[in-house]
T-cell receptor, first 113, second 110 residues
Framework: AQSVTQPDIHITVSEGASLELRCNYS??????LFWYVQSPGQGLQLLLK??????LVQGIKGFEAEFKRSQSSFNLRKPSVHWSDAAEYFC???????????FGTGTRLQVTL | DTAVSQTPKYLVTQMGNDKSIKCEQN?????MYWYKQDSKKFLKIMFS???????INETVPNRFSPKSPDKAHLNLHINSLELGDSAVYFC?????????FGEGSRLTVL
């Protein structure tokens, strides 16, 4: 089945440390991939997206993600985490603009001061 | 200006009641969705409409009935509410493939 998987349920990092959140995908063709962030009690905000082209994608709030076809991965990174980055992060994928967007189970990021 | 707005933000009701959630987007998008987020934060698509036409209908109980009066609105009506319907319901819209989400409507069934 077509899906995305987030293997880490919960990650804790210190403020100022680097961050990498993992996402693996399982699609027959190159999917459209997304990272969303959800702060407590809020909706989902798009951080970045990959449709095609350059495999290193820059997003908002200093986040970036790299599409690696050989590893079926689309990991999210940030060089220096801020306390305000504490939130739930969702990887999502779809096979085309008309298909449904499927979400991973989310990774909860906790930031210690 | 809120791009995707949902009302109400909170609903608390008794089992067996009927409730509706309304969604409006001012982005000019053609496609709108309803997603359900359970207590474990898992997001699952329920329905999708494109230009008022139903295009995705996941295995959702028929107590849930979406309605799209025009492409800017997608409402969700739920009959005979059950405890398991307690969740946060998100409306979203898209034109180019990325989804824009509303802030969610938290439904609590007692």
């Amino acid at each position: 089945a077509q899906s995305v998987t987030q293997p880490d349920i919960h990650i804790t990092v210190s403020e100022g440390a680097s961050l990498e959140l993992r996402c693996n995908y399982s699609y027959g063709a190159t999917p459209y991939l997304f990272w969303y962030v959800q702060s407590p009690g809020q909706g989902l905000q798009l951080l970045l997206k990959y449709f095609s082209g350059d495999t290193l994608v820059q997003g908002i709030k200093g986040f970036e993600a790299e599409f690696k076809r050989s590893q079926s991965s689309f990991n999210l990174r940030k060089p220096s985490v801020h306390w305000s980055d504490a939130a739930e992060y969702f990887c999502a994928g779809r096979t085309g603009t008309a298909s449904k967007l499927t979400f991973g189970t989310g990774t909860r990021l906790q930031v210690t001061l | 200006d809120t791009a995707v707005s949902q009302t109400p933000k909170y609903l608390v009701t008794q089992m067996g009641n009927d409730k509706s959630i309304k969604c409006e987007q001012n982005l000019g998008h053609d496609t709108m969705y309803w997603y359900k987020q359970d207590s474990k934060k898992f997001l699952k698509i329920m329905f999708s409409y494109n230009n008022k036409e139903l295009i995705i209908n996941e295995t959702v109980p028929n107590r849930f009935s979406p309605k799209s009066p025009d492409k800017a609105h997608l409402n969700l009506h739920i009959n005979s509410l059950e405890l398991g319907d307690s969740a946060v319901y998100f409306c979203a819209s898209t034109y180019t493939g990325e989804l824009f989400f509303g802030e969610g409507s938290r439904l609590t069934v007692l």
